[in-house]
């Protein structure tokens, strides 16, 4: 990573959580299941089961969940006072994204953030831990460096 400036101070860093990642496995799962219930009438309980797991693992392999959890699973997030900083292992320098470039932040969903840029483009921070605590303090920064 390259060194900050004596003026700037790291606030928060951050890998993808595996944890996320399960629990939004385990969801995507069970709505699988929920929305494959009707088949019950049909299918023994097993074969049911066995069906919707292999729907989701279908699922989540069509829709990349696997991919964006390889991809980024050694990128470090570094958020400091002036920018924030996405360190991805396969780049000689890390993305470094000013905080006064940040118009809004988001919830793309239970586990990931969006930060929206003035041209209109939005960055995806996926799998964040602690997704409330993470957003707060991004936004607290976004603050205080505006």
């Not at 049909?42 to 390889?70: G, K, N, R």
Request: aromatic share 12%; glycine share 2%.
């Amino acid at each position: 990573m390259t060194a900050a400036p004596p003026e700037e101070h790291d606030l928060l860093h951050w890998r993808i959580s595996p944890r996320a990642f399960f629990w939004r496995c385990v969801a995507l799962a069970v709505l699988t299941m929920l929305f494959t219930l009707p088949l019950l009438i049909w299918l023994d309980p097993i074969t049911w089961l066995l069906a919707s797991v292999l729907i989701a693992v279908f699922y989540m392999w069509v829709f990349e969940e696997f991919q964006i959890w390889f991809s980024n699973r050694n990128t470090v997030w570094r958020l400091t006072n002036r920018a924030l900083y996405i360190n991805a292992p396969d780049t000689a320098e890390p993305l470094v994204l000013p905080l006064t470039d940040i118009r809004s932040i988001g919830k793309l969903s239970l586990w990931s953030i969006s930060l929206g840029l003035p041209d209109g483009q939005r960055i995806t921070l996926p799998l964040v831990p602690n997704r409330a605590e993470t957003k707060a303090r991004l936004a607290q920064a976004i603050e205080a460096a505006s």
